[in-house]
Nanobody, 120 residues
Framework: QVQLVESGGGLVQAGGSLRLSCAAS????????MGWYRQAPGKQRELVAAITSGGDTNYAVSVKGRFTISRDNAKNTVDLQMNSLKPEDTAVYYC??????????????WGQGTQVTVSS
């Protein structure tokens, strides 16, 4: 089993910064993609940013240029640096990883979510 532990959420004023961290532990053979999603009240969960094992990144248009995703393959961690935060970034942020077993089977895991609130 794999566990994801997130940290770094909180309350910040518009224009401020926060850094989210997610650490994966448990029985892990390899991790493919790692990412962050968010879900605001009354809205569907959406992809914020993702990063492959090779370091290729993908960002939602709404956060491009403000957020930066990074990972440490040795530590099985993924971070999301969020700058120039806006009230519309307010949401619960979820860490997500795709693991592979030695036989090639893929599994998706989610963190418990961390609240990010940006005040105007």
């Amino acid at each position: 089993q794999v566990q994801l532990v997130e940290s770094g959420g909180g309350l910040v004023q518009a224009g401020g910064s926060l850094r989210l961290s997610c650490a994966a532990s448990g029985t892990i053979f390899s991790i493919n993609a790692m990412g962050w999603y968010r879900q605001a009240p009354g809205k569907q969960r959406e992809l914020v940013a993702a990063i492959t094992s090779g370091g290729d990144t993908n960002y939602a248009v709404s956060v491009k240029g403000r957020f930066t995703i990074s990972r440490d393959n040795a530590k099985n961690t993924v971070d999301l640096q969020m700058n120039s935060l806006k009230p519309e970034d307010t949401a619960v942020y979820y860490c997500n990883i795709e693991t592979r077993t030695y036989r090639g089977a893929a599994f998706l895991y989610w963190g418990q979510g961390t609240q990010v609130t940006v005040s105007s």
